[in-house]
């Protein structure tokens, strides 16, 4: 049982590349989010999925992408980076009941140049 | 979505208890009350959580207010390990609204030996 897989763990990219980051769980779990922390800062909110095909904005999804085409991945794609967008990006995963808390990856850490 | 509030930092001598504050005033009837710590540049990783009545489990207690407008996480006994960013959120575990959750800064804890 690995948990919430994050692939790649480290990437640079140059302004205007584009990229996908993948998230993968195992846990079958229903509900899946991206969140990008920056230095010193919390978690905010990207987007997030509440089921396979579906997907919703979070609190900043601009300049961002996502595909839940299966239950267990959740792919956050950028078009074109920017450097505002270096930062250490996070996915979570979660049941839909009370019950339990996120279960998160152990990070992407994105550097654009 | 309600927002929290809690202080920057505490300190904490190591095996004493560490009461961290949080307050939710604009918490709704369906909104639980979780609480996530993050070690280093780790991904964060869930205590507990609750909706109206004190919880304890193997690693925190979570006292919340009657009103429920606040609430304390207790960690017992802390240890140098229990060095930490500390966050508290508020969030519907279900439904269409289950992804809506924000992270604060969160409370960095730090224990001193």
């Known amino acids: 049982n690995a948990g919430v897989t994050q692939t790649p763990k480290f990437r640079v990219l140059k302004t205007g590349q584009s990229m996908t980051l993948l998230c993968a769980q195992d846990?079958?779990?229903?509900?899946m989010y991206w969140y990008r922390q920056d230095p010193g800062m919390g978690l905010r909110l990207i987007h997030y999925?509440?089921?396979?095909?579906?997907?919703a904005k979070g609190e900043v999804p601009d300049g961002y992408n996502v595909s839940r085409l299966k239950k267990q991945n959740f792919l956050l794609g950028l078009e074109s980076a920017a450097p505002s967008q270096t930062s250490v990006y996070f996915c979570a995963s979660s049941y839909y009941r009370e019950n339990y808390g996120y279960t998160f990856g152990s990070g992407t850490r994105l550097t654009v140049v | 979505d309600a927002k929290t509030t809690q202080p920057t930092s505490m300190d904490c001598a190591e095996g004493r208890a560490a009461n961290l504050p949080c307050n939710h005033s604009?918490?709704?009837?369906?909104?639980?009350v979780y609480w996530y710590r993050q070690i280093h540049s780790q991904g964060p990783q869930y205590i507990i959580h609750g909706l109206k009545n004190n919880e304890t489990n193997e690693m925190a207690s979570l006292i919340i207010t009657e009103d429920r407008k606040s609430s304390t996480l207790i960690l017992p006994h802390a240890t140098l390990r229990d060095t930490a960013v500390y966050y508290c959120i508020v969030r519907v575990p279900f439904g269409t609204n289950a992804g809506k959750s924000t992270f604060g800064d969160g409370t960095t804890l730090t224990v001193k030996p």
């Open positions: 846990m079958n779990h229903e509900y």
């Open positions: 999925s509440v089921g396979e095909g579906t997907t």
């Open positions: 604009t918490i709704s009837g369906n909104e639980y």
